[in-house]
């Protein structure tokens, strides 16, 4: 734990609240993820708040990222979440950006029949042969998301017949198929058990689930379905307004 703050009492404009808050934060820094956090008794005691203030200062550190509540358990030191940014990369370099070492374990591998799902995203008919290739993917090691990636065979011919490749979006620039668009849909679930065990997770934690389709011009090379733990991966979404000239209304 970092050198403990003493809230500094000579200075009454400063919200309960936020004497709380900065004095957790001191407590904090440094600390190892995981490590417990001073319990909403112990801070009631200290600060002689109610605890209504205590719960506001925590909830704020929660909000920052820098604690997290684990229901049942506390509240505890946050672990570091990965930021993706949306934009069309691979998960190898989405990691390779925040200096954290990408890994993968293959589940599956195996050549399917199209459903009429990944058949329409593909732009096949339903019944040809795909290419099913689920993975886990970890960062230092640690499970991050689990990957149902779909190809057409017509388009990656002999995929299977050779090692699988540490990167698609590398065998897929070797073949001049780099995805140069894309888009992804993002909805918020639960995990599944079977899913949870993979990840490492209760079952029932929130989780992010993406669906994208990959596209080298025209081609749709790629559709999957990965499913990322909500306590270790942030999606980042840079915004713009349209410049269209026109002042803003206020």
């Excluded at 440094?30 to 605890?51: D, I, K, M, Q, Y």
């Excluded at 993975?135 to 050779?162: H, K, T, W």
């Excluded at 599944?192 to 079952?203: G, H, K, S, T, V």
């Excluded at 269209?244 to 206020?250: E, F």
């Amino acid at each position: 734990m970092g050198e403990v703050i003493t809230p500094d009492r000579s200075r009454p404009a400063v919200h309960k609240h936020v004497q709380v808050r900065e004095y957790v934060r001191g407590l904090i820094q440094g600390a190892e993820p995981g490590s417990p956090a001073p319990s909403e008794r112990e801070l009631v005691h200290h600060f002689g708040v109610a605890r209504m203030t205590v719960r506001q200062a925590l909830d704020a550190l929660v909000a920052e990222g820098l604690l997290e509540r684990v229901p049942g358990r506390g509240t505890f030191v946050a672990r570091a979440k990965v930021d993706a940014q949306a934009r069309l990369s691979s998960y190898t370099e989405e990691m390779a950006r925040r200096g954290m070492k990408p890994d993968s374990r293959t589940l599956l591998a195996r050549m399917e029949s199209a459903g009429p799902g990944v058949a329409r995203a593909l732009e096949i008919a339903e019944g040809e042969r795909v290419v099913h290739w689920q993975r886990l993917r970890l960062a230092d090691g640690v499970p991050m998301c689990l990957e149902d990636a779909y190809l057409a065979d017509s388009i990656v011919p002999n995929f299977l017949e050779q090692p699988l490749p540490s990167s698609l979006y590398t065998e897929l620039s070797r073949r001049d198929l780099l995805p140069t668009w894309g888009e992804d849909s993002v909805d918020a679930h639960l995990a599944r058990r079977d899913e949870a065990d993979l990840l490492a997770i209760p079952e029932g934690s929130p989780v992010l689930r993406i669906a994208r389709r990959a596209f080298a011009g025209n081609i749709a090379v790629e559709v999957s379905r990965s499913t990322y733990r909500s306590d270790r991966f942030t999606l980042w979404v840079p915004l713009a307004r349209p410049h269209n000239g026109s002042s803003p209304r206020r």
